[in-house]
């Protein structure tokens, strides 16, 4: 950035049928993004390429406008990133050539977990496989609206996957009582915008553990496995139900979750270890949406709300609101972890609250 400024930005979809007119496909999410102050002059883009591999060499960066499309070659391109100088804003996004070879590329399994419902006994594993670059909190908030109520279970993610290729997935123990639905799926590297299951694990009868085994169909390399323990959290409970999909008042009920316990730390604790570099690094725009969201299920009040108008600057209202909340108990200050990483994914990341 040349000065201060508020960053906002979403991911939208890709006009694919504009991209193959110039024999392009999408490399990674389409940003769109905006400065009012026009103050951004470089912008480092994620993307899931191996360098070693040497398929950075067909990527470039798409301006997307009202106006058309632009392509940009990078200034750099990092282990991580795609590195541009620019001048203007909107859309921006990875693309590759059409007739590029397929290299491997970073990518993440990701699982989401559907507990039994009293009385029976089945639960479900969903698991996705997907591009490194996607936006992780984008696929929980998309699933969400599309299937309802899952446990995201966090275990390291990160593999190497083959574009185009069939990869199986295996589990131990391999019963009669573990069902995998389809033997086998394609892994497709342009996974940017629907989410929907890559494998289904279909679990007949109650365990606390399973072992899960990704291999590549053609030579039979394992190439992720973890051994997933999986929440005792009961749909058909109402406790567990509450846990889930909380009502406003239930919300605000200091409640310690199972997630707190142990050696986790408590959304409280969390809170008061980034509150310095909450109250640095959160700008005035996001401040005004997670307030709204705070306000909105009465995590905050009105009173609270004018009390921390009063307050002279960005900084003294950021300290006011995460001071307010945290004193609220553990309820209150998960709500706004969980709101945060909704309305600003880059500095929750950043504070190591996903």
Not at 37 to 48: D, E, G, I, K, R
Not at 142 to 150: A, S, V, Y
Not at 195 to 214: A, D, E, N
Not at 235 to 249: E, I, R, Y
Request: overall charge neutral; some cysteine.
């Amino acid at each position: 950035m040349e000065g201060e400024g508020d960053v906002v930005y979403r991911t939208v979809p890709w006009n694919r049928r504009l991209l193959s007119q110039h024999h392009k496909k999408p490399a990674g999410p389409l940003f769109d993004i905006k400065c009012v102050q026009q103050s951004v002059c470089q912008l480092h883009v994620p993307h899931c390429e191996i360098l070693s591999t040497g398929g950075f060499q067909f990527l470039s960066v798409a301006h997307v406008t009202d106006e058309g499309i632009e392509f940009i070659r990078p200034q750099k391109i990092t282990e991580t990133h795609v590195v541009i100088n620019i001048t203007g804003f909107s859309g921006y996004g990875n693309v590759k050539d059409e007739d590029c070879p397929p290299d491997p590329v970073r990518a993440l399994v990701l699982l989401f977990y559907r507990p039994p419902e009293d009385p029976d006994p089945e639960s479900l594993i969903n698991v996705l496989l997907v591009p490194r670059n996607i936006v992780v909190r984008d696929v929980q908030r998309t699933r969400r609206k599309l299937i309802g109520d899952e446990i995201y279970i966090d275990k390291p993610p990160h593999c190497k996957l083959q574009p185009n290729q069939v990869y199986t997935l295996s589990t131990c123990p391999q019963n009669c009582s573990v069902k995998i639905e389809p033997p086998d799926a394609e892994f497709d590297e342009e996974f940017h915008s629907s989410y929907f299951t890559t494998f289904q694990v279909i679990l007949k009868t109650t365990m606390k553990k399973i072992m899960l085994s990704l291999k590549q169909k053609s030579s039979s390399n394992t190439v992720w496995k973890r051994e997933v323990c999986l929440p005792s959290t009961k749909k058909g409970n109402s406790c567990a139900q509450c846990a889930l999909n909380p009502s406003p008042n239930q919300r605000l009920r200091n409640i310690q979750s199972p997630m707190s316990t142990g050696n986790r730390k408590s959304s409280e604790e969390k809170l008061l270890d980034v509150r310095s570099r909450f109250v640095d690094g959160i700008s005035e725009p996001v401040l005004k949406c997670l307030l709204d969201k705070l306000l909105e299920k009465k995590v905050m009040n009105d009173s609270e709300r004018e009390s921390m108008n009063e307050k002279q600057n960005k900084r003294d209202k950021a300290r006011f609101v995460i001071d307010t909340v945290r004193k609220k108990g553990e309820a209150a200050s998960s709500e706004m972890i969980d709101f945060l990483c909704e309305v600003d994914t880059f500095l929750c990341g950043h504070l190591g609250l996903m």
